[in-house]
């Protein structure tokens, strides 16, 4: 049971650094934001800062699984700290059934019982935004067989 827990952890803040879905975009009513008018109908592009301290912590910028022992819920320091399908009434139809997420459980299940993972030592951690997040320069995993 505790290996399910880490996994779910693991999963979770995978999800919170190199989420899904990391632009949310909004449709403005007539707004004022500072000093700025904002017409109706204007969209933004949001992109939720979540490797600052006051959305995730002290070590909002490191890989820290723990930080989901209590859930999502526990783990943000604020609302919009874990958004990885999305807020408001544009969110993924995917959150609910969280699909994907089981499927990579049962997955990663099936590869552990047969390698051991190791982050390569030459890996550098860039995480950048094309349509998702993604790492700049691949995923660099020594993979060694059991």
Same mark, same amino acid.
Request: proline share 9%; glycine share 10%.
């Given at each position: 049971?505790?290996?399910?827990?880490?996994?779910?952890?693991?999963?979770?803040?995978?999800?919170?650094?190199?989420?899904?879905?990391?632009?949310?975009?909004?449709?403005?009513?007539?707004?004022?934001?500072?000093? *700025? *008018?904002?017409?109706?109908?204007?969209?933004?592009?949001?992109?939720?800062?979540?490797?600052?301290?006051?959305?995730? /912590?002290?070590?909002?910028?490191?890989?820290?699984?723990?930080?989901?022992?209590?859930?999502?819920?526990?783990?943000?320091?604020?609302?919009?700290?874990?958004?990885?399908?999305?807020?408001?009434?544009?969110?993924?139809? /995917?959150?609910?059934?969280?699909?994907?997420?089981?499927?990579?459980?049962?997955?990663?299940?099936?590869?552990?019982?047969?390698?051991?993972?190791?982050?390569?030592?030459?890996?550098?951690?860039?995480?950048?935004?094309?349509?998702?997040?993604?790492?700049? *320069?691949?995923?660099?995993?020594?993979?060694?067989?059991?």
């Amino acid at each position: 049971m505790g290996n399910f827990l880490a996994r779910n952890c693991g999963g979770h803040e995978t999800l919170r650094l190199y989420a899904p879905a990391p632009i949310l975009t909004r449709v403005f009513r007539l707004s004022r934001i500072g000093g *700025y *008018y904002l017409p109706s109908g204007t969209k933004l592009e949001l992109h939720p800062p979540l490797y600052l301290p006051v959305f995730g /912590g002290e070590d909002a910028e490191d890989f820290n699984p723990q930080r989901f022992i209590g859930g999502p819920s526990v783990a943000r320091k604020h609302m919009a700290a874990f958004v990885p399908f999305g807020l408001g009434p544009t969110i993924c139809v /995917g959150q609910k059934t969280w699909h994907s997420f089981i499927q990579t459980k049962v997955v990663l299940a099936m590869l552990l019982q047969r390698f051991s993972f190791v982050i390569s030592p030459t890996c550098v951690h860039a995480p950048m935004i094309y349509l998702t997040v993604h790492p700049q *320069y691949g995923a660099q995993i020594l993979l060694r067989k059991l």
